[in-house]
């Protein structure tokens, strides 16, 4: 049995009840979990002594505004011990407080970090919630779908008598 098929099994074995869904997509699993249970399943996954997927390569999220929980925020794991990796997915409704994983992994600070700046979604723990790529005075959250593109185009010497034109 594969490496994955054996952390499939596991993950099933330990988690059915928090399991929402499964795919598996060129031999890396992904698993949507409940939102409540996502820092416990992190921090088994990471302490276990099998599978040591102790290596938080990447937090990020999406956008689906069209859905009643319309962040999905997504964890990927990787194993140094056997060099596989493994992605944990939730969905958070807006506005939605998100337990933070800093207490697992200190690299997840500047993850969650830009997730709040780029797309609102709040860590509840997270020692330093503050924007870190937008400017402090940019209101909203840029990467969420229904954020405004428009813009004012700024008056120079050569369009000073233009009216203004919102784009």
């Known amino acids: 049995m594969s490496i994955n098929r054996e952390a499939e099994k596991f993950v099933e074995e330990n988690f059915s009840a928090d399991i929402l869904e499964k795919s598996d997509f060129r031999d890396e699993l992904t698993f949507i979990v409940k939102e ?27 956008d689906w505004p069209e859905r009643d929980k319309r962040h999905e925020l997504a964890y990927m794991l990787f194993s140094f011990k056997d060099n596989t990796r493994i992605r944990f997915k939730i969905r958070v409704k807006e506005g939605h407080k998100i337990q933070t994983a800093t207490v697992l992994w200190e690299s997840a600070n ?12 709040i ?10 790529l937008t400017a402090d005075d940019l209101e909203g959250h840029p990467l969420q779908k229904d954020y405004s593109l428009t813009y004012e185009i700024p008056h120079f010497s050569h369009n000073k008598d233009l009216p203004p034109e919102v784009i």
Do not use: C, Q, S
Not at 41 to 50: A, R, T, V
Not at 110 to 121: A, P, T
């Open 36 to 62: 409540d249970r996502i820092v416990d399943i992190l921090k088994f996954m990471k302490e276990d002594e099998k599978f040591a997927y102790n290596f938080l390569t990447d937090l990020t999220a999406t």
């Open 110 to 121: 500047w993850m969650e970090r830009e997730v709040f700046d780029l797309f609102g979604v």
């Open 123 to 132: 860590f509840e723990g997270h020692p330093d919630l503050t924007k870190i």
